[in-house]
């Protein structure tokens, strides 16, 4: 038997209370035998047991053996983590990653106090602006108003951003739309010719407020390849981010509503263009599997959702209108490689389109994006951002493509960060060119 | 020296950054990839060779242990401090330094990641033999300890062979360099003799491997046999036939209905094994010999021989093999692997004691192995919240191995002995032959590296994994 003694970073019992702790059962289906280390982002750079998918997972079993506190230290651990899933691909043992990480996130913000403003934020953030849509045109208006009125020019020249370590949040953070995508929501665009199908469209928060022309693109892209496109009335954030995030009851509530939303008779499919979106309501039949009443609606809701790039590659594109040339390489979003398999859909589109594709090096390891991570976890973020720049350098391609906005701030920060010239493009954006 | 002190002065030589003490950090390095634990008194991060040896001296003045540290994919303890010692982590040290090309040799860190090498220089044509089925993850100082192997072994030998030159950090604290880019050393064969040392010589801090040329035709077959005993027939015939494939992989019933569902490489799920073949070399070659295997195959009971059309059925075909092991951690909470290696052609009489054993002790048991080689790798699963599971286990490992050895056979074919078979050993060597060994390892080692592996030590207790105990069984102090 284990001869460690305990020591002061012991408890006598297990630190997880709630009903979504993680379990032994989920746990115990890892055999560290360490098959996933070398495909982490966070091991890769940091070279630590602790920032490896099989140390984080050794953390958790700790603290329910009660042989470690749920403390700053495991907390650390767990919130470098990207979620970006490569471990789930690398293990052959099938260790679900994923929830583990959720639900280790759950307990985290359950029973871990963060400082105070650090709360305050998260509270904010997850408790209500991401799914009410008014309160996040208010909050996306007042960083258009930074953004447009001079303040970024003058902050940024002044060498404030710089002063206040803030120079490289800000080159990530999207640029705000002149126009939101709200308005749109309730519209139904007919297919354009013979129709061939009839899908419900999740229009997404940040989306709305940050990338409502790619939603716009991916309705054009639709419509003209002869598909009906609803964006359902009363549809929601999916909850991604609040899953991820430790607030799964949050996730829940959500992924109800749109499931009462979005379900309308007579569709095909349930289409997102955001990796992390598709990703997490393929997973609402899990999310919801304990809620009597909404468990086979989830599971039927979930069996719909199909990223756009998986949908049009399924049903085929119609011969392209136009001709666009030149080199591109994919870049693999973590949520629609790793979370979804999806990973010859876009390729094969992109081929369609008439680009030369070369494939780079590791295309499926994460840029380092990751939700909010760019912004929680900077520093690190960036280290990986550079590992990944490498590895598009050396294909010199005229086009990075990928398929999630996340991934398109992270690829033009990089480009940036290397004064490497290419154009960075979701794979809607090149479908919209040619048609 | 008090280990505080041990840790200051260790903090002095690396920087304190590059020092784990905190028992939460320490915690993370009481495991690898075997069933063994202990928790060691601190992690160091080393970033060059002089750092390496100035710790070594350290430790040895303190007399502290050391023991290094690659990906801790290890399947026998090799990398786990049993007395609160030092470990060495090689992850700062994981450059590439040189490719020579026109020689067709690589000079790296330990830390490099095996795969991590071949694809550095496939643009070259170039690969990097050894292939554990590890070697997404494992480090090539760990394949140098460990002499590894894979399923290529057939035909390329295994680590040793590809092993031209090293540089240790001797127990002493020394720095030895030996061998270099060309075969021919005189003196003594000291890069063989570490290879496969298990970290017990010396701390290997620079290696000089060989880069192998991917060869011009490869033929990827799979053979469906309906039971075991038809597919160990048909690989005693392979090679009475004289030929040559670069690996030949067998798989039972059990195990590749596992590997099914976690990979769909494509193995029928209602067969009792699968064979998995391989040749390398020229086109006409290739051709013939795989029309030679075909014949012996289907002669011996196959249902049906397939062969991969292209690179990507093969990559496909290779991923459920590689990834067997630990696939078959979705069959129970745990298994215990044995690694022990027979004559070829009494491959099939193994498996029928294998099948012997697994009813004799009531735990069920999975075959996967390399079987051009002999080397038999049967999982047997178990589940630790049993702790009579986990008593019948042990004693069914040692049971086959003992049979292995009967047969003229080995306790490890390339898993190592470490801490977990160390008391298997005079199994295979007596009072006289350890002794030699002993004087050896004395003659590089006085003490500190890598201590209580290998060798048989007065208490060779087990420490088995209590760690993933079920909350309800867990003792509490
Ligand atoms: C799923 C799975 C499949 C496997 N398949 C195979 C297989 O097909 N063939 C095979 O041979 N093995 C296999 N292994 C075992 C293991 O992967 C190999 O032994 C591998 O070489 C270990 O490398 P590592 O970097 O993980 O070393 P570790 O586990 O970290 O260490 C192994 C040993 O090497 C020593 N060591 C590490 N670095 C150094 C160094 N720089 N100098 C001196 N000593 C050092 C350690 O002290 C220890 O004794 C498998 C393991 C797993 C989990
Ligand atoms: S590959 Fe899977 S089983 Fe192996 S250490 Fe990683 S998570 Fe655990
Ligand atoms: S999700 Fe990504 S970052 Fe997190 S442990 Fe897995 S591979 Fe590492």
Redesign the interface.
């Known amino acids: 038997m284990s001869t460690t003694p305990d020591m002061d970073v012991a408890t006598t019992a297990s630190q997880f209370t709630t009903k979504d702790r993680p379990t032994w059962d989920l746990y115990s289906r890892c055999i560290h035998c360490g098959l996933c280390l070398n495909q982490c982002p966070t091991y890769r750079v940091l070279g630590r047991e602790a920032d490896s998918p099989r140390g984080r997972i050794y953390q958790v079993l700790l603290v329910d053996e009660g042989r470690l506190k749920l403390a700053d230290e495991v907390v650390t651990h767990i919130d470098r983590c990207l979620g970006c899933l490569a471990c789930q691909t690398a293990c052959p043992s099938g260790v679900q990653y994923g929830k583990i990480l959720e639900r280790a996130r759950t307990e985290i913000e359950t029973n871990y106090q963060r400082s105070w403003l650090t709360e305050k934020l998260r509270r904010y953030f997850y408790g209500s602006v991401l799914h009410r849509f008014d309160k996040l045109a208010s909050v996306a208006k007042l960083v258009r108003f930074y953004q447009r009125s001079g303040m970024q020019t003058l902050a940024r020249s002044s060498g404030l951003l710089k002063l206040m370590g803030t120079q490289e949040l800000d080159a990530l953070s999207p640029r705000i739309d002149d126009d939101f995508f709200f308005r749109e929501i309730g519209n139904v665009y007919p297919a354009v010719g013979e129709r061939r199908g009839r899908v419900a469209f999740l229009a997404g928060c940040v989306a709305s407020v940050a990338f409502a022309e790619l939603n716009r693109a991916t309705i054009r892209v639709l419509t003209r390849n002869g598909v009906e496109v609803l964006v359902s009335q009363g549809q929601t954030c999916c909850g991604a981010l609040h899953a991820h995030g430790g607030y799964l009851e949050k996730a829940r509530e959500l992924a109800r509503k749109n499931i009462d939303a979005m379900m309308a008779d007579g569709i095909d499919a349930i289409v997102t263009n955001a990796a992390g979106c598709g990703a997490m309501m393929k997973e609402y039949g899990e999310l919801l599997e304990h809620d009597a009443e909404y468990q086979l609606k989830a599971r039927r809701f979930a069996a719909q959702v199909r990223d756009v790039n998986e949908y049009l590659a399924e049903i085929g594109l119609r011969a392209p209108k136009k001709k666009i040339a030149g080199r591109v390489t994919y870049q693999d979003p973590c949520h629609l490689a790793h979370g979804q398999g999806v990973r010859s859909a876009p390729r094969e589109l992109l081929k369609a389109a008439g680009l030369e594709l070369v494939e780079m090096e590791r295309a499926d390891d994460c840029c380092g994006s990751a939700g909010t991570y760019n912004v929680t976890q900077n520093e690190l973020s960036m280290k990986i951002l550079d590992a990944k720049m490498e590895n598009v350098a050396a294909v010199e391609p005229e086009i990075v493509a990928t398929a999630n906005v996340g991934c398109m701030l992270q690829l033009r920060a990089g480009l940036e960060r290397k004064k490497m010239k290419a154009r960075v493009m979701h794979v809607i954006e090149v479908l919209d060119e040619v048609y | 020296m008090s280990f505080d002190e041990v840790i200051t002065q260790l903090q002095g030589l690396l920087g304190a950054q590059h020092v784990l003490h ?4 320490l ?7 075997s069933v063994d ?3 060691p008194g601190a992690v160091v ?1 080393p970033s060059t060779t002089e750092e390496v040896a100035a710790l070594v001296r350290l430790a040895h003045r303190a007399e502290v242990s050391v023991v290094p540290r690659g ?3 290890g399947l026998s303890g090799g990398s786990i401090s049993r007395d609160r010692g030092i470990v060495i ?1 090689f ?2 040290m ?1 450059r590439i330094l040189e490719v020579d090309v026109a020689n067709r040799r690589a000079v790296v860190q330990p830390g490099v ?1 095996n ?2 090498l071949s ?1 550095a220089v496939a643009r070259y044509g170039l690969y990097f033999a050894p292939d554990p089925s ?1 070697q ?3 480090t090539i100082g760990g394949n140098v300890a460990e002499n590894s192997g894979g399923p290529h072994t057939l035909a390329q030998g295994v680590t040793v062979n590809h092993v031209t030159g090293i540089e240790v950090v001797l127990g002493t604290g020394e720095i030895a360099r030996f061998g270099g880019k060309c075969i021919d050393t005189c003196g003594y064969d000291v890069t063989g003799y570490f290879t496969g040392s298990e970290g017990t010589l010396g701390i290997v801090t620079e290696i000089t491997v060989k880069l192998v040329r991917k060869a011009e035709a490869v033929a990827t077959l799979l053979a469906i046999y309906n039971t075991v005993d038809e597919g160990a027939n048909s690989v005693v015939e392979i090679t009475a036939e004289g030929i040559t494939p670069t690996a030949l992989e067998m798989l039972d019933g059990l195990t590749l209905r596992t590997v099914e569902e ?2 769909h490489a494509g193995y029928p799920m209602d067969s009792g094994a699968v064979l998995l073949v391989e040749l390398e070399g020229l086109r006409e070659e290739v051709e013939e010999q795989a029309a030679l295997v075909r014949g012996v195959c289907m002669r011996n009971g196959a249902r049906e021989v397939r062969r991969a059309k292209d690179e990507t059925e093969r990559a496909l075909l290779w991923k459920g093999r590689k ?8 069959l129970a ?3 215990y692997t044995q690694d022990g290696v027979v004559p070829r052609s009494k491959i099939p009489q193994t498996l029928r004691y294998i099948a012997e054993v697994s009813k004799k002790y009531g735990l069920t048991i999975a075959n996967i192995f390399h079987a051009g080689d002999g080397n038999m790798h049967p999982a047997i699963l178990f589940d630790l919240r049993d702790p009579d599971q986990l008593k019948r286990t042990v004693a069914a490992g040692a049971d086959i191995l003992a049979y292995c050895v009967s047969l003229g056979g080995s306790i490890t074919g390339e898993h190592g002995v470490g801490m977990e078979k160390n008391a298997l050993m005079p199994l295979l060597f007596n009072e006289t032959d350890l002794d030699v060994m002993h004087r050896l390892h004395d003659a590089f080692n006085p003490g500190v590296l890598n201590p209580q592996k290998v060798f048989p030590t007065p208490r060779s207790c087990r ?9 309800e069984l ?4």
């Open positions: 905190r028992p939460e950090d915690m993370l390095y009481e495991y690898d990839a634990k202990g928790t991060f990906a801790g994919t982590v992850t700062r994981n990641v795969l991590d694809a590890s997404k993850a494992c976690a990979t990834n067997a092991f630990a696939a078959i951690g979705r909470p745990s298994y420490e088995t994994g209590s760690a993933s105990l079920p909350p867990r003792r509490r102090p």
